[in-house]
C-alpha cells in the first residue's frame, strides 16, 4: 500500500518524518533489542540527518547504512558516505553504528561480494529504509536503461547489492538491490518540489519498471510505501 503525505513546508516534512523514523526504531529497539536504518544522499535528506542526530534514542544500538553510494573515497564530497559522517553521525547519532557500502576494490562490480559480508553486520529486515527518486524515475542507484538494472531488479537474484554504470549520471555506483530495498518494515520515500510530485505521478500512471525503476517500489505488495512530499 502506498500512502501519501503531503505538507506545507520542508519543516513540517521533517518533523513528521523524523517522528516516524524514531518511533519505529525506538519499537524495534524494545522488541529486539536492536534496530537498523537504510538512508539515501543527495541534498534532500540532510535537514532530516540534522535532526536525526539530536533526538534522544539509543544509538549504540542502532545499525545505518546506506541505499546506494558512488564508488568514490569517503573523503570526496559525491560520497553518501560522507553525507552521512557529516551530518547524521553527529550530536547523539555519534554511538549508532555505521555499516558503509564502498571498499578498497577498484569499482563496485569487484567490490560487491565484500560488500554483501559487510551488510551480514546490519539487522535484516530493515526496520526502516528511505529512498529518494531522480527525475529520470531512478531509486537507489537503480537507472533507467543501465546495463545491470535487470539484475538489480531480479527479485530472485540472492544478491543484496549490486554495481551499476548510469546512463543519466556520472561515476559506477553501488547499490542495495530490490529485493534487499524490500527486505524492509517500512519504506519512506522523500520528495522536495513540483517537478518531483509530476514525475512520482507518472511513474503511479505507468507498468514498465525499466522505464522508470521506482514502479518497482511504487506497485509491489510486499512492503508499505509512505511518501513524504512537499513543494518546497
Not at 138 to 167: C, E, Q, W, Y
Not at 215 to 222: E, M
Request: with cysteine; proline share 4%; charged share 20%.
Amino acid at each position: 500500500m502506498v500512502t501519501l503525505n503531503k505538507y506545507a513546508t520542508s519543516e513540517l516534512l521533517v518533523e513528521d518524518l523524523t517522528s516516524h523514523i524514531v518511533n519505529e526504531l525506538t519499537k524495534a529497539i524494545q522488541i529486539k533489542g536492536q534496530a537498523s536504518i537504510a538512508v539515501s544522499g543527495g541534498k534532500t535528506p540532510i535537514p532530516l540527518f540534522i535532526a536525526l542526530s539530536e533526538q534522544n534514542l539509543d544509538w549504540s544500538r542502532v545499525f545505518i547504512t546506506l541505499v546506494d553510494d558512488r564508488w568514490v573515497d569517503d573523503t570526496d564530497d559525491a560520497s553518501n558516505e560522507k553525507l552521512v559522517m557529516t551530518y547524521l553521525l553527529q550530536n547523539k547519532a555519534k554511538l549508532a553504528n555505521f555499516i558503509g557500502l564502498k571498499n578498497s576494490c577498484n569499482n563496485p562490480f569487484d567490490g560487491a561480494s565484500i560488500t554483501e559480508k559487510q551488510l551480514d553486520k546490519v539487522p535484516m529486515p530493515f526496520d526502516v529504509l528511505i529512498l529518494g527518486m531522480g527525475e529520470d524515475g531512478h531509486t537507489a542507484s537503480l537507472f533507467p536503461g543501465a546495463a545491470n538494472l535487470a539484475a538489480g531488479l531480479d527479485m530472485k537474484s540472492g544478491r543484496k547489492v549490486i554495481g551499476m554504470t548510469p546512463l543519466t549520471a556520472p561515476l559506477d555506483r553501488i547499490t542495495l538491490t530490490l529485493p534487499t530495498i524490500l527486505n524492509s518494515h517500512n519504506i519512506y520515500l522523500h520528495l522536495v518540489g513540483d517537478s518531483k510530485m509530476s514525475v512520482l505521478e507518472q511513474a503511479e500512471q505507468g507498468k514498465d519498471i525499466n522505464q522508470m525503476p521506482v514502479r518497482a517500489i511504487l506497485q509491489q505488495d510486499k512492503v508499505n510505501v509512505t511518501i513524504f512530499w512537499t513543494a518546497a
